[in-house]
């Protein structure tokens, strides 16, 4: 499918079928996230895919909204905060890889820039979630092409999911994304004009 026309097909389901889902779809969900772009190519986002009646019970208890659990699958999209430690691998990696050749990048010293300039808690958390961000939205397009619905849902109680999937300290969920066969066919949703959007040209 055209990328255009998975934009253009996505909506927010929020009703599934509750037929199964094979695993080698889930697996290429999870792919699709593998391939974003991360800052420092850190790759901070990690993934629980729900999937037992009895964790899909627990988890709705944990949000508002009960379409989450009744998808046959939930993905829990979480971020690891320990990313930034393995900053100097990755870079090492990228300038391996010949991504910054001939750029200014390929001299400098990346590390102890990071080190120079360092990001508040607050910073950090909010870069971490831009970059998983990215990472779930590859998973929502590339649902589009396998028949799939997603939604994205952040309504949900923080610590109750975390302890419900047994994710430590260093772990943060950003999104559950339910995902399952539509049992719904919406109409697009509203979306402000494009000349709202773009501000200007200078
Ligand atoms: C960051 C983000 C958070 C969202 N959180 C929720 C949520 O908690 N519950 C929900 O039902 N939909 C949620 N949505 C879905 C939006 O309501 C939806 O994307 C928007 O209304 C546009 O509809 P569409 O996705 O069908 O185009 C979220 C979407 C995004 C991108």
Redesign the pocket.
Known sequence: MELLDAMKA???I?KFKSDPIPESLITQLIESARLAPSGSNIQPTRFVVIKSDEARRQLGQATP?PFVSQAPVVIACCVSTESFGGLGTRMRELMEAGAFTDTPLEKMDTESYAKRNPMDQATAEAYLRLNA?IAIDHITLRAIDLGLGT?????FDQEKVKQILGLGENYNVV?LLPVGYPDQN?T??PRIELSEILLKEV
């Open positions: 996505r909506r927010s929020r909204l961000a939604c994205w849902v952040m309504m999104a919406p697009s949703r």
